[in-house]
Structure formats: C-alpha cells, structure tokens
C-alpha cells in the first residue's frame, strides 16, 4: 500500500506557479496605476485637443499637439539647454562621484564622518537646495556676491541668476552639488568589491597608478558606471525642481529645460494635450540616450 | 545580460513613471467630486500667501457669527497660485471659495471653474454701485459678476525722497526722461549703484501689470476695444518702455540687472536698506516701506506714474464662488455667499474685514466709501497721501485685453519681455513675437 506524501509534480508545479503570480500580482497592479495608466492616460491625451479653457471641445488631432510643439520656437530652445544642461552636469556630476570615491576608498581616518558629510547635500530636498542655491546666487543680495565682494574678487555683484550666460551654469553647479553624493555611494560600493590582491598583482607588474586605475579599476566599475550615466542622464533631462525655484526658465528662455516647457505646456498654457506630446518626445529621447549608453558600455555576463 | 536588461527595466519605469506624472497631473476637468465628503456648512477657502494670520482671524470672528458654517484654510504662494489652482479645479478638488483675480476670470470661467455670483448670490450683487469702476469691471464678464473684492489697488511709482533730494532734486520725476536724469545724476554721485529697480521676475505675475503701468503712464494702449493688439505697432508705447529698460539696463547701468530675479517682497527690502531709489509697485507696498523695519523707514513717497499721461494700472483681488460650493448643492452655495459677504460686504452696516486690511496692511479698497471713513484717512496718510492716491485713481484703468488666452499669452510674453530688456532681441521683434502668440491662441479659441 502506498501512501502519497508528497503532492506530484505537476500539482507543485501549479502551486509554484501560483505563489509567483500571487506574490508579483500586487506589485503589478500598483504599476500600472502609478507607471501604466498616466501612460495611457498621456498617451490618449497627446492626441486629443485638450486645452482647459476649451473645456467642450476637444476632438481628436492626431499628430498635430506633437507637430505644433516641435515646430513651435521654445522647442529648439528647450532641446538645445537641455543638451547643453546634460553635457554640463553628467560628466562632472560622475567625475565628481568617481573621484570622491576613490578618496574615500584610501580608508583614511573619521571615514564614517566622510561618508555622512558627502551624503548630506542628497538628503536636502531638492526644492530647499533650490531655495539655499537661489539665496546663495541671487544678484542683489546673495552671500556668494557678499563673500566675493569682500575678498575683492568682484566690484559689483554679478546677477548669476539673471545673467542668461550665467544663468545655466548657476543652475548646473547646484544640480551637480545635489547629485553628486548618489554616484560616490554606487561608485564606493564598487570600489570594495575589488580584491587588494588584483590591484596589488598588477603594482607587482609596475603599472603606475594611472594604469591601474584606467586597466584594472574602470573596467571593474563598468556597472556602477553604467547605473550612474543612464540615471544622471534622465536626472538631466528631467530636472524640474531646481529650475522652478532657481530661474523659473529665466531669464528669458535661457534656462528653459524640456522638463520645463512640458510643466509650463501644461499647468501655465493649461494646454495638457500639448504638455502629454511633450512628456512622451522627452521619453523617447531619454529612451534612445538608454540605448545609446548600453551599446556604448557593452557589459558582458561575467560583470553580473 | 541580465544587468543589462534589469538596468533598461529600471530606468523605463523610473522614466515612464517621472514623466507622465507631468502628463496625468492635468486630471479630467469633467470630473465630478465626491459626493457627501463634506457637510454643506464645511467651506474649503483657498488663498494666496499673504498675511495668513489676520485672515484665520477674520474666520475665527466669522465662524464665531455664524456657528453652522466652519472654514478650512488653505493657503499657496503667489507665484504658483494659477498652476496649483489649474491641479485643484482640474483634479475634482475645487474649492467652494477662492481668491481670484482679474488677471484669471476670464480663464477660469472659460474652463468652467467659477460661477456668476449675481445669480447665486444676489445680495452681493447689490455693493456694485459703491466699487470703483475699474474694480467692477475687473470681475465682471458678459454683464455677470463672478467676485467681491478682497482688494483692488493701483500700480504706482514709488521714490525715495531723501535720496532724491540728496541727488539734487526738488521732487520726483514726471516722465521717463526725467527719471532717466535723476537716476544717473544718483549713480554720478554715488548714491546707489542702480538708482532703479522694477522687478520683472519672469515666473510674478505682477511683471506684466508693471509694464502695462508703464505704457499707460505714457499714454500708450496695448490693446484696442476689440481686443486687437496695438502694443506692436510701429513707435509704439510698449516699443518705447521696452526699449528705455533695456537701456536702463545695459547702456546706462542705471536699473539693478537682477531686477530680472527679484519679486515685490525682495524690491521692498532693497529698497527698504536703501539699495534703490525708484521702483513700480502695488501701492500697498508703500505703506509696508514707510512703516515696516526698515533704514530708510518714512522716506518713501509716492508719485504719478511718470509719462505723459501719468495713467496706470487699476487691479482687483476677489473672492470668488468656486465650483465645489456648487457641486454641493444650494446649502454650500448659501454658506459661500454668507461667508464671502462677512469678507467682501458689509456686517452691521460697514466693510468691517476690507476696513481692516486698510488699516492694518495699508490694501486699496474698490469699496469708495470708505475713503470718507476719516479713521482710513487719518491710516493712509501715516504712509501715503490720500489726495495724490485719489488722483492716481481716477487715471486708473483695467488690463487690457483680458480674454480666456490672456493668462496664456502673460506666460510667453514676459520671456518676450526678458528678451528685450536683456537686449537679446529688439524690442520690435519681442513685440512682434507677442503679437503673433496672441493671434494664435485668438485663432485656437476660436476668437
């Protein structure tokens, strides 16, 4: 006589199956509330005419909201600061992040104190920055302008944040002090994933210190590297905070990021089908940046 | 490989999830709010930031009259007061209650977020008579009145007369030209740096309202009856201010380039410390420069609006019925209208909380009998001059061209106005540029 004391294969199977789909289930539906719906949502809206003060009338347009904000002026503007933003910021917020991890990776003394100190700037919400950033700067009476005064740098103050050859880069610098601490963490974690044994053979085969850095460090970081361009990326291209309460896009237009145009489409023009075509080109060229990276930065399976 | 794909997985959904959130936040403008959240005697009232105290004192004493009716308070800056109103109305979360301005009505009555009071409430329709013209038609679109006004005031030239006078001057000046001269003659003598500062932060909507002062004061129009702009005609008004701030600016270094960043509360305390001798601002600023903590406490004078027409802007700030009140039902409508007659009618036969705002704030009134109240007279006079305030009045006038794109069109034209101010176009072509926005958003509204 036999007893069964364990349920067949096929019966584990299902139930295996079962407590996956139960358990990702959750997870899933919360996505597609918060990531899927405004998805659709924007998608349906880009392309309808959605102004709000044309509340009862809004036909299908097709193509045109995308049509209209490309062709329109701001968008050249916008595209051009937001290169220009990215190409300030990415490379020096992860330069930045590299080399402050490799200092804090000599294992020197009070490295806990470091460590807390390099995280602060990223545990200040982003619209306080703003707010520090724009007391610091501001032209009439900020205390960078006080300090240089004094040390007589300067004989006037100089409107950083009203200035338009300024103002990116006033921007930029408050962007990369907030950012940096993120990459010195990922960067860190990576550093001491790396025996003492790899660095210590390649000195015994007298590399200088540049050699081991660029033959046997990098390569070694080419994950954390990776993470850090493509997220710092999309912080670029997406960043919103700082600019709303720095410079408003100004003066003029000469810190009017995408982010920006797609805010101001929607919640100044009220204009929410032109402000959805917005969002979805700035996906879309966040997603080829994306590509572009992964291609550039071939991982291979061994890094996993 | 699999880093790979989880790193593209990671940032699609850190990008998807970023962005749309721009895109959804517009929220359907049909929708409808939940129904019984709230008792009808329960009033959302939302506001711009300002003086928060005196107005929970005021609905303290409200509430204290009118037990049945409580008020919650909700208060925004200035400077994101239309975006964060736009969530609100658009997301299902209307107020019953809310500052509005003429700047806005005649937007968010074409969204459909206001409502005429004069139907629903026609006991406040009944003050009319005793508002200033400019402040009555500020709130009021196709013969219906959508407010009671919190405040109206006007836009006026402020000077310092101690620095004036130390510049050699007998008064202040009366045109452009003149304060031209007495603002270089300051910086010769080292009196200030930058003898003016206009405030022309990009994201305030008082920048646009400065301009028009300053075209009006020289007797320029910036749109006509039909609503046509005449801003970019050739040798235009506007063309003339333009150009005199960019001049002020960049070739005569006479105008604080940070300007551009500055706001009312920061002009106030520049000039407050004595940074600046000349600056354009809402009126009630002046008593804040006279009376408040500051250096030059007491030095502040106001003028006409230097030109040659010494017109300027007249604004009003109102309460508005908002169309959560109606959405309730009658119930909430009646507390709305109690409510907004304690704070822009008469209690016991006087303007008690806009009475206050006078004297304790120094706030125009559209409510004209109140300057024969001999108690605002005496008030105003500690800061001002009730006599030129008057005369200042009676050359006042509304915007211009206040049409549901209006609010839209403010939004590009003062990056056009940067633009020419910072010399980084002609004041033609920024005009222009303006003036072709205008037409586009008059076609797209069908106008």
């Known amino acids: 006589m036999a007893v069964a004391t364990a349920p067949r294969p096929a019966k584990r199977f299902r139930r295996s199956r079962l407590y996956t789909w139960g358990t990702i289930l959750p997870v899933l539906a919360l996505v597609a509330l918060f990531t899927l719906f405004p998805f659709v949502y924007a998608a349906v809206n880009s392309t309808r005419q959605r102004i709000l003060t044309i509340p009862y009338h809004q036909p299908f347009v097709g193509l045109k909201n995308y049509e209209q904000v490309i062709s329109s002026d701001t968008f050249d503007v916008a595209v051009r600061n937001t290169l220009v933003f990215a190409l300030l910021t990415v490379p020096t917020v992860t330069a930045l992040g590299l080399g402050v991890a490799l200092l804090l990776n000599q294992r020197v003394r009070g490295f806990g104190v470091l460590v807390a100190l390099v995280l602060l700037p990223w545990s200040i919400p982003l619209v306080s920055a703003g707010i520090m950033w724009r007391l610091l700067l501001h032209g009439n009476f900020g205390s960078l302008n006080g300090l240089l005064l004094q040390l007589g740098i300067i004989d006037s103050y100089v409107p950083w944040l009203s200035d338009p050859d300024l103002a990116m880069g006033a921007v930029a610098m408050a962007h990369v002090w907030r950012e940096f601490p993120l990459p010195t963490i990922l960067f860190l974690a990576g550093l001491q994933t790396i025996t003492p044994e790899i660095l210590e053979a390649a000195r015994l085969d007298r590399a200088t210190a540049w050699q081991r850095f660029r033959y046997v460090t990098l390569p070694l970081l080419k994950a954390p590297l990776l993470i850090v361009l493509v997220y710092e990326t999309m912080i670029a291209v997406s960043v919103f905070d700082l600019v709303y309460v720095l410079t408003g896009g100004g003066p003029g237009t000469s810190t009017t990021l995408f982010s920006w145009y797609a805010y101001t489409a929607t919640f100044k023009f009220l204009n929410l089908g032109q402000g959805a075509a917005l969002s979805f080109l700035m996906t879309a060229a966040l997603v080829i940046a994306i590509v572009v990276y992964m291609r550039v930065i071939r991982l291979r399976e061994e890094v996993v | ?396 006038r509304v915007k211009e061209g206040l049409t549901p794109w209006w609010g839209a069109w403010d939004i590009y034209a003062r990056e056009q106005i940067h633009a020419a101010i910072l010399g980084r176009s002609t004041p033609k072509q920024a005009l222009q540029k303006m003036a072709d926005r205008w037409e586009q958003l008059r076609e797209q509204h069908g106008g």
Not at chain 2, 53 to 63: A, P, S
Not at chain 2, 216 to 236: Q, R, T, W
Request: proline fraction near 5%; include cysteine; hydrophobic fraction near 40%.
């Open chain 2, 1 to 396: 490989m699999l880093l790979r794909r989880r790193v593209a997985f990671f940032a699609g959904v850190v990008a998807a999830g970023s962005l749309f959130s721009i895109a959804a936040c517009g929220g359907n403008d049909e929708a409808a709010p939940a129904e019984g959240v709230k008792a009808a005697g329960n009033l959302d009232f939302v506001v711009w930031s300002y003086s928060i105290e005196t107005i929970q004192d005021n609905i303290k004493r409200f509430e204290k009259s009118n037990p049945a009716i409580t008020i919650k308070l909700a208060d925004h800056s200035w400077f994101d007061y239309h975006d964060i109103m736009a969530t609100k109305f658009t997301s299902g979360n209307a107020p019953d209650v809310a500052y509005s301005s003429d700047h806005w009505l005649r937007e968010w009555v074409a969204a459909g977020w206001l409502e005429p009071i004069d139907k629903r409430c026609p006991g406040l329709a009944n003050y009319k008579d005793e508002w200033a013209p400019y402040a009555a038609e500020g709130m009021t679109l196709d013969n219906k009145l959508y407010g009671v006004p919190y405040y109206a005031d006007l836009v006026i030239f402020i000077y310092n007369d101690k620095m004036v006078k130390q510049a050699g001057f007998s008064g202040p000046p009366q045109t452009l030209a003149e304060l031209q001269q007495q603002a270089l003659a300051m910086k010769k003598k080292g009196i200030a740096q930058y003898p003016i500062n206009i405030p022309m932060k990009k994201d305030d909507p008082w920048a646009i309202e400065f301009v028009y002062s300053m075209v009006y004061g020289d007797g320029g129009s910036m749109f006509n009856k039909e609503n046509a702009p005449v801003f970019n005609e050739p040798g235009s008004q506007a063309e003339k201010v333009l150009q005199w701030l960019a001049d002020a600016r960049n070739k005569l270094k006479i105008s604080d380039p940070a300007a551009l960043e500055m706001a009312e509360p920061d002009v106030v305390k520049a000039m407050g410390a004595g940074r600046h001798a000349f600056t354009i601002l809402a009126k009630y600023n002046l008593a804040e420069l006279n009376l408040g903590q500051h250096k030059q406490k007491g030095n502040f004078k106001m003028a006409l609006m230097p030109g040659s027409t010494h017109s300027t802007v007249g604004f009003v700030r109102f309460y508005s019925l908002g169309k959560g009140a109606v959405d309730q039902g009658d119930a909430a409508v009646k507390a709305s209208c109690k409510f907004m007659n304690y704070f822009g009618g008469k209690t016991g036969g006087q303007y008690k909380v806009m009475k206050r705002w006078a004297l304790e704030k120094g706030l125009g009134f559209a409510n004209l009998p109140l300057y024969d109240d001999p108690q605002v007279q005496q008030a105003i006079n500690k800061w001002g001059d009730v006599a030129l305030e008057r005369k200042q009045a009676e050359l006042a």
